[in-house]
T-cell receptor, first 115, second 112 residues
Framework: AQSVTQPDIHITVSEGASLELRCNYS??????LFWYVQSPGQGLQLLLK??????LVQGIKGFEAEFKRSQSSFNLRKPSVHWSDAAEYFC?????????????FGKGTHLIIQP | DAEITQSPRHKITETGRQVTLACHQT?????MFWYRQDLGHGLRLIHY???????NKGEVSDGYSVSRSNTEDLPLTLESAASSQTSVYFC???????????FGQGTRLTVV
């Protein structure tokens, strides 16, 4: 079965600093990968997705992520964070067609922005 | 604009009562999902549906049921609420497999 690991439960970053959130997945074939963001009391909003092609994908709000097959990773990056980026971030893999359905989510990384 | 809405946003119920959470989407998506979100567990799939009259169990389906009588709605029923079902519940829909899922705002359910 597919799985997603987000190793960091909490990350604290100073405003203006760069950010990298880690995501590792386990899946036998080429996965479809997503990053979602959840602001307090809100639903999940899609930041970006990878289906195929260029392994560096651009998303909304200045985020990007790089798919590395050799490392089974899909890390999320942002060159300079803003206080409004404080939120919960979820990596997800879609293994539909591989015997499972829906999205399988990691447990999330809580991002704290220091002034 | 198309949207997905959940109601109620907050619910307190007593152990043993039947509770139904509503989910309504205007995307005209065939695929709909229910997740629960718990601290330390992320989001876990409860039930999903590929279309009218189709329902399937997810990872944590015990104690929950769904029905799909039309494209727009997928209500989630807790047959006999338990304290372990205190959680935040999210409904989602998407057009087809391997496409973006759109999420509702969530329902915070407390079972006392």
């Amino acid at each position: 079965a597919q799985s997603v690991t987000q190793p960091d439960i909490h990350i604290t970053v100073s405003e203006g600093a760069s950010l990298e959130l880690r995501c590792n997945y386990s899946y036998g074939a080429t996965p479809y990968l997503f990053w979602y963001v959840q602001s307090p009391g809100q639903g999940l909003q899609l930041l970006l997705k990878y289906f195929s092609g260029d392994t560096l994908v651009q998303g909304i709000k200045g985020f990007e992520a790089e798919f590395k097959r050799s490392q089974s990773s899909f890390n999320l990056r942002k060159p300079s964070v803003h206080w409004s980026d404080a939120a919960e971030y979820f990596c997800a893999v879609d293994a539909s067609g591989g015997g499972a359905d829906g999205l399988t989510f990691g447990k999330g990384t809580h991002l704290i922005i220091q002034p | 604009d198309a949207e997905i809405t959940q109601s109620p946003r907050h619910k307190i119920t007593e152990t043993g009562r039947q509770v139904t959470l509503a989910c309504h989407q205007t995307w005209n998506h065939n695929n709909m999902f229910w997740y629960r979100q718990d601290l330390g567990h992320g989001l876990r799939l409860i039930h999903y549906s590929y279309g009218v009259q189709d329902t399937n169990k997810g990872e944590v389906s015990d104690g929950y049921s769904v029905s799909r009588s039309n494209t727009e709605d997928l209500p989630l029923t807790l047959e006999s609420a338990a304290s372990s079902q205190t959680s935040v519940y999210f409904c989602a829909s998407r057009q087809s497999l391997n496409t973006e899922a759109f999420f509702g705002q969530g329902t915070r359910l407390t079972v006392v």
